[in-house]
């Protein structure tokens, strides 16, 4: 609008736009400051549908080699060849080494290490002679466990750490993060150093050549000691099993375990007994034990076992060394033994008022104890719990009497029998068929024939397209033994059950006989794909 003078210039301009018809409309609109107010006419759906009449598309571009921009600068959004988008995700790499450093000087306290891709973990344990046990714990999002180790320094397997040394840590996959911790501690300090590594730790491989294809290995008795052999074969020795001692002291009585009376009038107590009244024991894979009780004391106490880890007890009798008694309390100093052999627990218990203090001493022993019968043995019948029919022995001068019950000695010198023989005689037996008919044998062989001798039914019945049994009545004859089967017009085929088809069957040509050894318990199907007929025998 240069060419028109600036009165001209400064009226106001209208802009119209037109519809379809080609009206004049409406004018544009303008906001405040002059700028023309548009409308976006797209109408796609943000949530997904059918694709819209107009749409705003964004634009991309291709470069064979990707733009290089430094700072300050922009560029449109990139495309390969395909007009994919090309995107980048950001992703740190793990670091290759991760380490951590700390003190273990008392329970409670840690050494922590996160793992991040760790493949490998190696622990230096040092420090001013410690003296407890550290175990290195797994924690992942199952929970936590106790890692196995490897000794670098002496080569052996341990599930904790007692001295300072190298360890590499077996079985961290899965691991988020590892803790070092005392389970017992007494004094000093530990320094641990925990060192992890994305590589896996790598065995290296022999060099295969003839100078080294066979290797030397050596077995160590987990102390660092060398087996031996002998003419290839390992040496071994038993080793005898070690015994034990442990020892208490009683000064009260138990008030606080409770009895319940069961089967036959037994006895089990339960609960937790009174402090200073029970000396226990753990006896889980011990054999034997010796139980000892001295000491200045008053009272009464109850020897008990228990199989169930400590949880409920019963009275269990020791052998009184020296006598024939068994007793299951004590009012006296004493010394016994018992099996302990398959009883997880023994212990003994303050049942009564208790003055001065009785002194309990136990070896338990791994070795296998003697049986020892104090008391002459009672036989008796076994019909009942408390049967009193026992068994007769009588002296060899006795003879035997009608009366005596159970077993019976029969032979005695005063026996008729022929002098100079202790031979009662011989005796024949015979073998009979159930009908008082002896049955016979050849070269000492019992001689045996299964023949047809109860009964037989035959008869006709129509086979066609749908199975039936093979017999000749609405069930099988009773204790068959044979069935023959012959078509008489058109071929059939046998199968083990109703499902059976001309295509699955055995075919039996018309004018054949077949014989099979079927049982009553058996029952073959005929069919047919023309409807004809079939003769049955069945014989028993």
């Not at 001295?163 to 899965?174: D, K, L």
């Not at 020892?247 to 069961?262: A, E, K, L, P, V």
């Not at 199975?467 to 071929?491: D, E, F, G, Q, W």
Request: glycine residues 10%; aromatic residues 6%.
């Amino acid at each position: 609008m240069a060419d028109l003078p600036y009165i001209q210039q400064a009226q106001e301009v209208k802009i119209t736009g037109q519809d379809s018809l080609g009206d004049t409309v409406n004018y544009v609109g303008a906001d405040a400051n002059g700028n023309i107010l548009t409308k976006d006419y797209s109408n796609g759906s943000a949530t997904g549908g059918t694709a819209a009449t107009s749409s705003i598309l964004t634009g991309g571009i291709y470069n064979s080699t990707a733009p290089s921009l430094t700072t300050g600068q922009q560029a449109s959004a990139q495309l390969d060849s395909s007009a994919r988008l090309i995107t980048n995700v950001g992703i740190t790499a793990p670091p290759s080494n991760i380490t951590t450093t700390g003190t273990l000087s008392g329970l409670g306290q840690t050494v922590n290490l996160t793992l991040f891709g760790t493949a490998s973990l190696n622990i230096d344990v040092s420090g001013s002679g410690f003296v407890g046990v550290i175990a290195i714990v797994a924690n992942s999002p199952s929970g936590q466990r106790t890692l196995g180790l490897f000794n670098i320094n002496s080569s052996n397997i341990a599930s904790s750490i007692t001295t300072n040394g190298s360890y590499r840590v077996v079985g961290i996959a899965g691991v988020v993060s590892v803790t070092a911790q005392f389970t017992s501690y007494t004094s000093g300090s530990a320094t641990i150093n925990m060192y992890g590594t994305t590589a896996p730790f790598i065995v290296q491989p022999y060099s295969m050549n003839a100078a080294n294809v066979l290797v030397t290995s050596y077995l160590n008795d987990g102390s660092g000691n060398a087996l031996t052999s002998t003419n290839n074969a390992l040496n071994v020795s038993q080793v005898s099993a070690s015994d034990t001692f442990t020892t208490g002291n009683i000064t009260t009585q138990d008030t606080s375990s409770t009895s319940t009376t069961y089967f036959n009038n037994q006895v089990w107590y339960s609960g937790t007994p009174t402090t200073g009244s029970v000396f226990s024991v753990t006896t889980a894979g011990i054999e034997t034990g010796m139980v000892e009780i001295s000491g200045t004391w008053t009272g009464t106490l109850q020897i008990e076992i228990s199989v169930d880890s400590g949880v409920n007890w019963i009275t269990h009798a020791i052998h009184q060394i020296g006598s024939p008694n068994f007793i299951t309390s004590a009012t006296n100093n004493v010394t016994g033994s018992l099996n302990l052999g398959g009883k997880t627990n023994f212990r003994v218990r303050a049942i009564s008022a208790i003055t001065g203090t009785a002194i309990v001493r136990l070896i338990s022993s791994q070795n296998p104890s003697s049986t020892y019968i104090a008391n002459s043995i009672k036989l008796v019948d076994g019909s009942t719990t408390t049967s009193t029919t026992t068994m007769n022995i009588v002296a060899a001068s006795t003879p035997a009497a009608t009366t005596n019950t159970a077993i019976v000695v029969g032979l005695s010198p005063n026996s008729p029998l022929p002098a100079g023989t202790n031979t009662l005689g011989t005796v024949n037996s015979k073998t009979e068929d159930g009908s008082g008919n002896s049955i016979a044998s050849y070269n000492s062989q019992l001689d045996t024939n299964d023949i047809i001798n109860t009964s037989i039914s035959s008869g006709s019945i129509t086979v066609g397209t749908t199975a039936v049994a093979a017999r000749v009545s609405t069930s099988n004859l009773t204790n068959r033994k044979m069935l023959m089967i012959s078509p008489v017009t058109y071929t059939v085929y046998l199968g083990s059950s109703s499902s059976v088809t001309t295509t699955t069957g055995i075919p039996i040509y018309p004018g054949q006989v077949i014989s099979f050894a079927f049982s009553a318990n058996v029952t073959p199907y005929l069919i047919s794909a023309t409807s004809g007929t079939v003769n049955i025998f069945e014989a028993a």
